[in-house]
């Protein structure tokens, strides 16, 4: 696991121009019976957010895809699912949640406010030609796991901090035995991931994205993941 490069800084310009959505129509597909190296634990269900599943769905070529990431891990080793198609109704909760946060660590301006909440929390939208990253099923949150249990990743998932950042443990200037380990694992889950064609969104060491208008932004592609609102547009079981 010590043998991949650096983690290149690589941010998601929002600003740039983003082809419209072309929807390919592709269905989505459940993620726990796909492949003996992916396990599913839907953190959101098991937090209790209303609207939850419990199960990881995405759509079929990104599940192709992390085949692929998890089939390219060190023996032993598997990845863990967290979340993927994310609903309005939990995006819509994990935004509020975020925002009161803040506002009881003091923050008062909501322009401050509202900037803050965009790095790490996607405002939840119905449109579905300008989604969320989850709303799309085009986006997956993840760690790995081994015989132990995950590996360390350095935060916890959904850590709204600097430590999240993808980068963070590339960029010390003096790191300790156990930063070098965090480092190697966030490597290994990153340049798996990348391989397998996803891009990884700098703020958050777990988000990975195939198909959407961020991975659109950073391949210089056409997005052909748009939005979906209810469950049983496109699922396949």
């Known amino acids: 696991m010590n043998n991949y490069p650096l983690i290149p800084a690589k941010h ?18 459940p993620l726990s019976t796909i492949s003996p190296r992916i396990t599913v634990y839907p953190a959101y269900y098991h937090l209790g957010y209303p609207g ?54 003091g923050w008062t301006d909501e322009e401050e406010i509202t900037k803050e909440l965009s790095k790490f929390v996607a405002k939840p939208t119905t449109d579905i030609l300008i989604p969320s990253p989850h ?44 930063d070098i380990e965090i480092r190697n694992n966030r490597r290994l889950l990153y340049h798996i991931m990348i391989d397998a064609g996803f891009t990884n969104y700098s703020n958050e060491w777990w988000h990975y994205e195939y198909g959407t208008r961020s991975w659109a932004r950073q391949t210089n592609g056409q997005p052909f993941y748009g939005g979906i609102l209810e469950m049983n547009e496109k699922i396949v079981e």
Do not use: N
């Open 12 to 29: 998601d310009d929002r600003t740039a121009y983003t082809p419209p959505v072309v929807e390919c129509g592709e269905a989505m597909i």
């Open 52 to 105: 939850a599943q419990t199960e990881a769905y995405l759509r079929k070529g990104v599940a192709d895809r992390l085949i692929l990431a998890a089939d390219s891990l060190p023996t032993g080793l598997q990845l863990v699912v967290l979340d993927g198609w994310r609903s309005h109704e939990v995006q819509a909760s994990l935004y509020e949640g975020f925002r009161q946060d803040l506002i009881a660590q």
């Open 135 to 178: 709303l799309t099923g085009g986006a997956v949150d993840l760690t790995i796991a081994g015989p132990e249990g995950w590996l360390d990743m350095g935060t916890d998932f959904d850590d709204f901090t600097e430590k999240a950042l993808t980068r963070h443990f590339e960029e010390l200037s003096a790191p300790s035995e156990k």
